[in-house]
T-cell receptor, first 116, second 108 residues
């Protein structure tokens, strides 16, 4: 069965550094999402991406965050200048190809980001 | 604004018990998802439903669109069912709202 692949599985970075988290969606999917989960807390929505643009973003997704799909395959999340509170597990999810809400979600295994 | 409420937040059961986890949402949706997150952190999609009932093995998910309520049932629970179960509402534009999750612990 096709999978959503995230790399790296674990990233350690120093405060203030830029990080890029990568996700390879299932090939015919249309909707892409980034979520994060701070240790011990609920999963939080960051951003949704459809038709090569952001369709919705949360308050967490401030100017330090950006997403893009530069080559039509990888879906990336960039954090420009990391803060200690960005330490979390970041999940990529995709779905499609049915438009609208009626298609199953597929999650990657997550990237654990540790900011020191 | 759509809110997704799950209950209970924590649930401890003995092996073999029938388990029910509830989810309520406040705004009409196009689909509702049930996810399972194991202690290792990975998230697996269990069900996506927009009406009625779905069954997969010992898991059953139901939804009542009029009441904006869904339930996840586990029959003959087993310690390997121990996980966090998350309800997610899906809007027609593809946006998703996550519930806080129900932490289930099944004791042998």
């Amino acid at each position: 069965e096709p999978e959503v692949t995230q790399t790296p599985s674990h990233q350690v970075t120093q405060m203030g550094q830029e990080v890029i988290l990568r996700c390879v969606p299932i090939s015919n999917h249309l909707y892409f999402y980034w979520y994060r989960q701070i240790l011990g807390q609920k999963v939080e929505f960051l951003v949704s991406f459809y038709n090569n643009e952001i369709s919705e973003k949360s308050e967490i997704f401030d100017d330090q965050f950006s997403v893009e799909r530069p080559d039509g395959s990888n879906f990336t999340l960039k954090i420009r200048s990391t803060k200690l509170e960005d330490s979390a597990m970041y999940f990529c999810a995709t779905r499609g190809p049915i438009m609208g809400g009626n298609s199953p979600l597929h999650f990657g295994n997550g990237t654990r980001l540790t900011v020191t | 604004k759509n809110e997704v409420e799950q209950s209970p937040q924590n649930l401890t059961a003995q092996e073999g018990e029938f388990i029910t986890i509830n989810c309520s949402y406040s705004v009409g949706i196009s689909a509702l998802h049930w996810l399972q997150q194991h202690p290792g952190g990975g998230i697996v999609s269990l069900f996506m439903l927009s009406s009625g009932k779905k069954k997969h093995g010992r898991l059953i998910a139901t939804i009542n669109i009029q009441e904006k309520h869904s339930s996840l049932h586990i029959t003959a629970s087993h310690p390997r069912d121990s996980a966090v179960y998350i309800c997610v509402s899906g809007g027609s534009q593809g946006n998703l709202i996550f519930g806080k999750g129900t932490k289930l612990s099944v004791k042998p």
